[in-house]
């Protein structure tokens, strides 16, 4: 979880810097490493992305509510807009609400893993 507080933070700082791009990748990251966090203490390893979503709506669905792993998804996607979209540039305001979200997300994710 350290990992994943230290990825917001960065992507805190890109963001009020201007650098939407940066903030998104990082936020996202954030997430994931929060999201990895559980599947490790569930005694698994990700394959990929789109995987640790999916563990986490079977597995995790009630605990987080439908919304934060839908959101996730959808971060997930545009985190890899930014990263392999040549046509794809977020906004500021949309960097803002991934990392509003990702606040969230990672305090319900350490509460889980805490469990």
């Not at 350290?2 to 940066?22: D, F, H, I, R, T």
């Given at each position: 979880?350290?990992?994943?507080?230290?990825?917001?933070?960065?992507?805190?700082?890109?963001?009020?810097?201007?650098?939407?791009?940066?903030?998104?990748?990082?936020g996202y990251a954030a997430m994931f490493d929060g999201a990895r966090a559980l599947?490790?203490?569930?005694?698994?390893?990700?394959?990929?992305?789109?995987?640790?979503?999916?563990?986490?709506?079977?597995?995790?669905?009630?605990?987080?509510?439908?919304s934060f792993v839908d959101l996730l998804d959808e971060y997930r996607e545009k985190r890899h807009k930014v990263s392999y979209s040549s046509e794809y540039y977020p906004t500021v305001e949309e960097a803002k609400n991934l990392l509003e979200f990702a606040g969230k997300f990672l305090e319900k994710i350490e509460k889980l893993v805490e469990e």
């Open positions: 979880m350290e990992k994943a507080q230290v990825m917001l933070e960065e992507a805190e700082k890109a963001a009020k810097g201007g650098s939407p791009n940066s903030a998104v990748l990082a599947l490790f203490k569930d005694g698994y390893r990700e394959r990929s992305h789109a995987c640790v979503a999916r563990y986490l709506e079977a597995n995790y669905s009630e605990k987080l509510g439908g």
